[in-house]
């Protein structure tokens, strides 16, 4: 295989992992399992990196835009950091708000029902999970006002973040006051 070649497929790998990574422990991660996957994960990002800048600076002659490019725009993307977590919380909030909300209108409907475990469980198969584990967590208070959590992180230990939904806007903010973001009328996220 030529050099150019050789370049070529690894600055290729290197960008697909930087621009999967973010969604991919996003969705499919939480908690202690998202450190035992993103250790190797960035371990491997970042020795394809370094074999690609040594090939880059070794192998002038076979070097490309794509593959310089390539290389600072895998690096720029797929370092981790919490400021990419929270734009994919916000991304993932407007593109699936329709989802969300008719998921609530069929709970309060009761066209959604729980399991016989008290749980309501999803059944809708989608490519990236709607809450983790593909169940939501409601509950009632005695005036018939429900309250729908979308867990997006159930954590490991001290974390937990979740999309909620509540018809009581004062209940939530006086039992999360430092932990809620306001993101629509009765939609908010809980980060503690």
Excluded at 105 to 132: A, V
Aim: aromatic residues 12%; charged residues 20%; glycine residues 4%.
């Amino acid at each position: 295989m030529t050099t150019r070649k050789a370049k070529t497929i690894l600055t290729t790998i290197i960008l697909l992992m930087a621009v999967i990574e973010t969604p991919l422990f996003y969705y499919y991660t939480y908690g202690l399992f998202t450190i035992i996957l993103l250790i190797p994960y960035s371990l491997i990002g970042f020795v394809l990196s370094v074999i690609l800048l040594i090939s880059v600076i070794k192998y002038k002659t076979t070097t490309t835009a794509y593959h310089i490019c390539g290389l600072i725009i895998g690096i720029i993307v797929g370092s981790p950091s919490a400021f990419k977590e929270k734009k994919m919380e916000y991304l993932d909030w407007k593109l699936r708000l329709n989802e969300r909300q008719q998921i609530v209108n069929d709970i309060k409907s009761g066209r959604l029902k729980p399991n016989e475990n008290g749980k309501y469980i999803l059944t809708e198969k989608h490519l990236l999970p709607i809450s983790n584990n593909s169940e939501v967590t409601v509950s009632r208070d005695k005036d018939g006002f429900v309250e729908v959590e979308f867990i997006t992180d159930a954590g490991f230990i001290d974390h937990y973040s979740a999309l909620v939904y509540t018809d009581r806007k004062q209940k939530i903010k006086s039992a999360f006051s430092n932990v809620v973001t306001d993101m629509d009328e009765n939609w908010y996220t809980i980060h503690y």
